[in-house]
């Protein structure tokens, strides 16, 4: 951890981005994005997405750095004016909890079905909303500290899976590559959001990194580490189960882990090491959302952060009782999905526009 208070090394945030990022997105991503290319051709579709955000990562990471940025909030303020950036701050703070409740909820949701099938869907939310919320009472260092730990665990178990999965995959089902041509990719690209949430978060973390010179490796090791896992696991899961199957199955990367059995060790079902890896995975999505939610609300109303984090208490366990089924869920997440490249995208580039238009009119 970085000796200076407050602030995180650019390892660190590399970690807290990949933990950011490797939520539900893992588990749905090759039916998603299958489902709209229509083909097992998803993995260029991944690739590409993949080098797309990177371009824009590394384009906002030079525009944040032009302008020397500490805290995101404030900066807002200096570009669209004390009250306009408080709603447009308090939207974003809306999109955080949205996120943090969504990740929860599927969570709860993945646990009832494969785990605890009769235990109380509201009691599983409500033990990680608390355990997030003890855990964010030590602010970015905590969540840093846990993303270190969990990152490097949940990366050997899950390539360690993959490895022993490799006698069931059959490549066959993955060819030929672009075997309807490069349309359906094209118009494939905007599938898979869900898998890239995180990304965004960069940008709300870059005034706390002690090193601004490595904040753009730290990102982007953080981004890639996903991405690399994503198109892995796209390509074993339709290699393994095909495309119509991929379609049909819920949950098709617990699924392709189901398809097979190791005989000779202490466990012949993987499925339950991946359960538990994630279970993990989701507590540190939901409560790196929740922070910046809590985080957010306090640079808005200049009150107190743990005043913030027992007030969205109530609110995320709410919000994450709406959805009433696995389809509802799935909704959520495409509304959340809508949002998502504004706020990677479209809020920061006007924001600087404004801030550099009127840095300019005031050097005159």
Same mark, same amino acid.
């Given at each position: 951890?970085?000796?200076?208070?407050?602030?995180?090394?650019?390892?660190?945030?590399?970690?807290?981005?990949?933990?950011?990022?490797? &939520?539900?997105?893992?588990?749905?991503?090759?039916?998603?994005?299958?489902?709209?290319?229509?083909?097992?051709?998803?993995?260029?579709?991944?690739?590409?997405? &993949?080098?797309?955000?990177?371009?824009? +990562? =590394?384009?906002?990471?030079?525009?944040?750095?032009?302008?020397?940025?500490? $805290?995101?909030?404030?900066?807002?303020?200096?570009?669209?004016?004390?009250?306009?950036?408080?709603?447009? &701050?308090?939207?974003?703070?809306?999109?955080?909890?949205?996120?943090?409740?969504?990740?929860?909820?599927?969570?709860?949701?993945?646990?009832?079905?494969?785990?605890?099938?009769?235990?109380?869907?509201?009691?599983?939310?409500?033990?990680?909303?608390?355990?997030?919320?003890?855990?964010?009472?030590?602010?970015?260092?905590?969540?840093?500290?846990?993303?270190?730990?969990?990152?490097?665990?949940?990366?050997?178990?899950?390539?360690?899976?993959?490895?022993?999965?490799?006698?069931?995959?059959?490549?066959? $089902?993955?060819?030929?590559?672009?075997?309807? &041509?490069?349309?359906?990719?094209?118009?494939?690209?905007?599938?898979?959001?869900?898998?890239?949430?995180?990304?965004?978060?960069?940008?709300?973390? #870059?005034?706390? +990194?002690?090193?601004?010179?490595?904040?753009?490796?730290?990102?982007?090791?953080?981004?890639?580490?996903?991405?690399?896992?994503?198109?892995?696991?796209?390509?074993?899961?339709?290699?393994?189960?095909?495309?119509?199957?991929?379609?049909?199955?819920?949950?098709?990367?617990?699924?392709?882990?189901?398809?097979?059995?190791?005989?000779?060790? #202490?466990?012949?079902?993987?499925?339950?090491?991946?359960?538990?890896?994630?279970?993990?995975?989701?507590? =540190?999505?939901?409560?790196?959302?929740?922070?910046?939610?809590?985080?957010?609300?306090?640079?808005?109303?200049? $009150?107190?952060?743990?005043?913030?984090?027992?007030?969205?208490?109530?609110?995320?366990?709410?919000?994450?009782?709406?959805?009433? $089924?696995?389809?509802?869920?799935?909704?959520?997440?495409?509304?959340?999905?809508?949002?998502?490249?504004?706020?990677?995208?479209?809020?920061?580039?006007?924001?600087? +526009?404004?801030?550099?238009?009127?840095?300019?009119?005031?050097?005159?």
């Amino acid at each position: 951890m970085s000796q200076v208070d407050g602030k995180i090394l650019s390892g660190e945030l590399a970690a807290i981005i990949s933990c950011s990022m490797l &939520g539900i997105g893992m588990l749905t991503l090759p039916r998603t994005i299958t489902e709209k290319v229509h083909s097992s051709d998803g993995w260029i579709v991944l690739i590409l997405n &993949g080098l797309l955000i990177a371009v824009f +990562v =590394c384009l906002l990471v030079a525009m944040l750095k032009k302008h020397q940025v500490t $805290n995101y909030f404030t900066y807002m303020e200096e570009a669209f004016g004390i009250w306009l950036s408080k709603i447009v &701050g308090l939207l974003v703070v809306l999109y955080f909890i949205g996120v943090a409740s969504f990740e929860v909820l599927a969570m709860s949701e993945m646990v009832r079905f494969y785990l605890l099938e009769d235990t109380p869907e509201e009691i599983v939310i409500l033990t990680l909303i608390l355990a997030s919320v003890h855990l964010l009472t030590g602010k970015i260092k905590a969540i840093a500290k846990v993303c270190v730990f969990f990152l490097p665990l949940t990366i050997v178990i899950v390539l360690f899976i993959y490895l022993l999965s490799v006698r069931v995959v059959d490549m066959k $089902n993955i060819q030929p590559v672009l075997s309807k &041509g490069l349309l359906p990719v094209m118009k494939g690209m905007g599938s898979g959001a869900l898998s890239f949430f995180g990304i965004e978060l960069f940008i709300f973390l #870059f005034g706390v +990194v002690k090193n601004q010179n490595k904040v753009k490796s730290g990102v982007l090791l953080g981004f890639f580490i996903p991405v690399i896992l994503y198109v892995i696991t796209y390509i074993l899961v339709v290699a393994t189960l095909s495309v119509p199957e991929v379609k049909a199955v819920t949950w098709p990367t617990i699924s392709f882990i189901q398809s097979f059995e190791v005989k000779g060790i #202490f466990i012949e079902r993987l499925e339950l090491f991946l359960l538990i890896t994630w279970i993990l995975q989701f507590f =540190c999505t939901h409560a790196i959302y929740y922070y910046f939610a809590a985080e957010g609300m306090t640079r808005i109303f200049k $009150n107190a952060y743990t005043t913030n984090l027992i007030v969205l208490v109530p609110v995320v366990f709410i919000l994450s009782e709406i959805p009433k $089924n696995t389809i509802q869920i799935f909704k959520m997440s495409e509304m959340l999905g809508y949002v998502f490249p504004v706020i990677l995208i479209g809020l920061p580039v006007i924001a600087f +526009v404004i801030v550099q238009v009127k840095r300019s009119r005031r050097s005159r």
